[in-house]
């Protein structure tokens, strides 16, 4: 078993244990279909490299369940920050 997977740390980056569920078997599905890995991890294992996307903060869930890839450069985007103050 992969050890970051035994930590909380995943799975509050990512919302909780069903999102993160959810998360691992998209991106798994696109991975197996073709999509390049987001990372330079060392291994054939394509659980490891989407953890590693993960932990790197590659991807995420947006609010629809869909995964979102985060572009790299200064304009990435990534989750959005959630404005309290319009509540």
């Given amino acids: 078993m992969i050890d970051a997977l035994k930590e909380e740390e995943i799975v509050n980056k990512v919302g909780g244990r069903f999102k993160l569920s959810t998360l691992?078997?998209?991106?798994?599905?696109?991975?197996?279909?073709?999509?390049?890995?987001?990372?330079?991890?060392?291994?054939?294992?394509?659980?490891?490299?989407?953890?590693?996307?993960?932990?790197?903060?590659?991807?995420?869930?947006?609010?629809?369940?869909e995964v979102k890839v985060v572009a790299d450069g200064p304009e990435s985007g990534g989750p959005p920050e959630l404005d309290l103050s319009a509540l």
Wanted: charged fraction near 25%; glycine fraction near 2%.
């Fill in 24 to 65: 691992i078997q998209k991106r798994l599905a696109a991975i197996n279909a073709g999509a390049r890995p987001l990372v330079n991890f060392q291994t054939d294992d394509k659980m490891e490299i989407v953890v590693q996307e993960i932990l790197q903060d590659k991807i995420f869930l947006d609010t629809s369940n």
